[in-house]
């Protein structure tokens, strides 16, 4: 029996948090309503079927029409264009979409609605009109889908002025995430990686939001600060591990939300390890692993003891053969070698 206020904790992976979480959203107001190609089960799906509906290529979505109907979880045909323009339409005038766009591969297809339109509404109207418009889109390589669908564009999307970019690791993260991002009246980007639908994690049953802007710790060290996002989390805490047993200590910062940045967290590790490493799945050049490292030379420069530096994937499409693809990704040999070089020369 729980005691007091405890908050009941349920084991379930990102793919359920997620689904849980679009059904509290649905249910918390008629206004909420989701978009996209499949996230039913097909354009037409008749309401016998209903049933069985897909709920999208990754599952998130599967029950929404069945209970919520489907003038509210729309099916829509397989153009990226027409689904964001309908989703900014829709934002501008009352209602909260909330948007799949089954891989971020095909972001390029709408980009246009959302570079010059999503988001730049508030600031053209002079913040007359409000822009509460959630796109969730997958990220990442490692399951040999190639280059054209394993793309990890977030550091992209960062770049650009009235988009906020949030990249979930964990169950209870992409929960509260998805639920702060419907709350925001600026548009946000939600990058889920499809290599972690299936990771499990302890969540509060009533999935609470998770601040916009607010990093968390994984761990706490002393030697050095590793920052990470996404599956390269996991990556790291592999890594902290390993190192840990060599007797080195990893102060390591999960960022959640890379738009806006938690820079006050990561300068003030630095302020304590005086080194850092970034490990990003994204971009070599001007990615997200970039801005992180500018942060630290511009606003951590006394505290550092050695140069920051990163590892990310090189700078090429994603790899299709499995082997290739591997070595492609960073993996947790490469933080340790990278950390050993840095502490160790």
């Not at 190639?146 to 988009?163: C, R």
């Amino acid at each position: 029996m729980n005691s007091g206020n405890a908050a009941v904790k349920q084991r379930m992976t990102i793919a359920e948090a997620l689904n849980r979480a679009h059904h509290q959203l649905l249910e918390s107001g008629a206004d909420v309503i989701v978009i996209g190609e499949d996230i039913v089960g097909g354009a037409g799906l008749s309401e016998a079927m209903a049933a069985d509906e897909l709920g999208g290529v990754f599952g998130v979505t599967a029950g929404l029409a069945a209970r919520f109907g489907t003038d509210r979880v729309i099916d829509t045909p397989i153009s990226e264009t027409a689904i964001v323009g309908m989703a900014v339409g829709a934002a501008m005038t009352g209602l909260k979409p909330i948007v799949e766009i089954m891989f971020c591969d095909f972001i390029g297809v709408c980009f246009d609605q959302i570079l010059n339109q999503a988001a730049k509404v508030r600031y053209l109207s002079g913040d007359r009109i409000a822009m509460p418009l959630v796109i969730r889109t997958t990220m990442g390589a490692g399951d040999g889908s190639g280059a054209m669908h394993s793309q990890s564009l977030h550091g992209l999307l960062a770049s650009i002025p009235g988009l906020q970019v949030a990249c979930p690791a964990t169950p209870a993260d992409a929960a509260g995430l998805l639920k702060s991002a419907l709350l925001c009246l600026d548009p946000v980007v939600l990058f889920e990686h499809k290599g972690l639908y299936a990771s499990e994690g302890d969540v509060d049953a009533e999935l609470p939001a998770v601040p916009l802007g607010r990093g968390r710790y994984v761990r706490e060290g002393r030697d050095i600060t590793l920052v990470a996002v996404s599956a390269m989390v996991t990556e790291a805490e592999k890594a902290a591990s390993l190192l840990a047993d060599e007797g080195i200590s990893i102060d390591l910062i999960d960022p959640r939300t890379i738009q806006p940045l938690d820079s006050k967290l990561i300068l003030s590790s630095l302020k304590k390890t005086g080194r850092l490493l970034v490990v990003d799945e994204g971009a070599a050049f001007a990615g997200f692993a970039d801005a992180v490292l500018a942060l630290a030379s511009t606003q951590a420069f006394a505290d550092l003891k050695s140069a920051p530096a990163k590892i990310t994937p090189p700078h090429t499409p994603v790899p299709y053969g499995r082997a290739l693809e591997a070595g492609w990704l960073p993996n947790a040999e490469d933080i340790v070698l990278k950390v050993r070089e840095m502490l160790h020369g």
